[in-house]
């Protein structure tokens, strides 16, 4: 091979793994941002002391991202003991939309009885988007499947893992959601009761108690 030859040849190779370099580099940025850890610090919802019995619920929530795929920890106390407790992500549909946790200074109620039901918060966290199941359907559509729920300890204390298919679109904006626990046995006779609320649910079944919301760390 000519020296001029030799030459255009090696400018070639080094252009061709120029290129190459670049495509894993933009792989790499892209598994970079479709990858992350976030976490919610659940606080107590604030119902009227006098209310819902002064509840104090509250915890934490890590997520793992990868992708579609989310790998949840939740760990709570301060829960009714011995029954399921509805978890969910919660959030405004459209990007960009600003969402929290309801607060005490509330004044829409349905039903002027003090408490913040499920469907009084949707305002500020949004609607259900995700549901923390152990098995089954995680959509919007087993928002209050109890039977699919995690139960509590009788030392009122929740812990669930899971990891779980969303959206893409929808795990692509962690940071702008919240994580909602709910379920609060306000008079303390081991079953869910209570006035059957807009979810066709008993109250204290869907009642919110700790709310969070996903940051990225």
Excluded: W
Excluded at 38 to 51: D, E, G, I, N
Excluded at 118 to 132: H, R
Excluded at 181 to 188: E, R
């Amino acid at each position: 091979m000519s020296s001029k030859k030799s030459k255009l040849f090696l400018a070639a190779l080094a252009a061709m793994s120029l290129a190459a370099m670049a495509v894993v580099a933009a792989g790499a940025g892209a598994d970079h941002r479709a990858s992350g850890q976030y976490r919610a610090t659940l606080s107590p919802v604030p119902h009227a002391a006098q209310a819902d019995g002064g509840s104090n619920a509250r915890g934490s929530a890590k997520l793992v991202r990868r992708g579609s795929r989310v790998q949840v920890v939740v760990n709570a106390r301060g829960v009714s003991p011995r029954l399921p407790h509805a978890m969910h992500i919660h959030g405004k549909e459209a990007a960009g939309e600003i969402a929290r946790c309801p607060g005490a200074d509330r004044r829409d109620d349905i039903v002027d009885d003090r408490l913040i039901e499920t469907a009084e918060g949707l305002d500020d966290y949004g609607p259900v988007l995700v549901s923390f199941t152990e098995r089954g359907d995680t959509s919007a559509k087993s928002l209050l499947a109890l039977d699919r729920f995690p139960v509590a300890t009788k030392a009122g204390t929740l812990n669930y893992q899971r990891t779980l298919t969303v959206p893409r679109a929808l795990a692509s904006r962690l940071d702008e959601l919240h994580v909602v626990v709910h379920g609060h046995d306000i008079d303390g006779n081991g079953a869910y009761n209570g006035r059957t609320t807009v979810l066709k649910a008993p109250l204290e079944g869907e009642l919110p108690v700790a709310c969070g919301r996903i940051v990225r760390r």
